[in-house]
Antibody, heavy 121, light 108 residues
Framework: QVQLVQAGAEVRKPGASVKVSCKASGYTFTGYYLHWLRQAPGQGLEWMGWINPNSGGTHSSQKFQGRVTMTGDPSISTAYMEMKRLTSDDTAVYFC??????????????WGQGTLVTVSS | EIVLTQSPGTLSLSPGERATLSCRASHLISRDFLAWYQRKPGQAPRLLIFGASNRATGIPDRFSGSGSGTDFTLTISRLEPEDFALYFCQQYGNPPLTFGGGTKVEIK
């Protein structure tokens, strides 16, 4: 069965970077885009962008362009989301998620369990 | 971007009762591309409904979605103990993808 496994929690200081991982199993990693989303405390979910693990191509929300890098390593079926210049506003649970079919439309049947990133001095 | 407003913020009901949750969009959602999810503390979101009214695989038929355009509804016909959770909607018809703030269904 499809599984997306994320590492636990991360704590960073303001101005630092964080790299969140998402290990996929149960399907062909290069066959489906992986999306990244986050949920800050008391807020709704926010879509950040996607990566095409087959080509390495990415597309991110305008809000995160220039600060977020999404990569993938097909050899270990793992995707990564790196965020730079963290502020306290980036404190959130970060999720990876996959659509039921390859490509559009982008609703999500499979989710990682989330990685809590806390940004605090 | 499309803003999704969910109401009520909290719904206090008893097991066996009917729950009606609303998701209203600031603009027309293309092709009624709206999904509903359930989330419990410490768990990943669970897809319930896609395309406004299509149940996802394995979702019990007490969950149903309806609506079109800008007004959508998730109905839980008879609440089971495991249904008390947070529910949120997502539109995927108009980039960027956006989500509602959620409705918490709590035990009365």
């Amino acid at each position: 069965q499809v599984q997306l496994v994320q590492a636990g929690a991360e704590v960073r200081k303001p101005g630092a970077s964080v790299k969140v991982s998402c290990k996929a199993s149960g399907y062909t990693f290069t066959g489906y885009y992986l999306h990244w989303l986050r949920q800050a405390p008391g807020q709704g979910l926010e879509w950040m962008g996607w990566i095409n693990p087959n080509s390495g191509g990415t597309h991110s929300s305008q809000k995160f362009q220039g600060r977020v890098t999404m990569t993938g390593d097909p050899s270990i079926s793992t995707a990564y989301m790196e965020m730079k210049r963290l502020t306290s506003d980036d404190t959130a649970v970060y999720f990876c998620a996959r659509t039921p079919e390859s490509g559009y439309p982008y609703y999500f049947e499979y989710w990682g369990q989330g990685t809590l990133v806390t940004v605090s001095s | 971007e499309i803003v999704l407003t969910q109401s009520p913020g909290t719904l206090s009901l008893s097991p066996g009762e009917r729950a009606t949750l609303s998701c209203r969009a600031s603009h027309l959602i293309s092709r009624d591309f709206l999904a509903w999810y359930q989330r419990k503390p410490g768990q990943a979101p669970r897809l319930l409904i896609f395309g406004a009214s299509n149940r996802a695989t394995g979702i019990p038929d007490r969950f149903s979605g309806s609506g079109s355009g800008t007004d959508f509804t998730l109905t839980i016909s008879r609440l089971e103990p495991e249904d008390f959770a947070l529910y949120f909607c997502q539109q995927y018809g108009n980039p960027p993808l956006t989500f509602g703030g959620g409705t918490k269904v709590e035990i009365k």
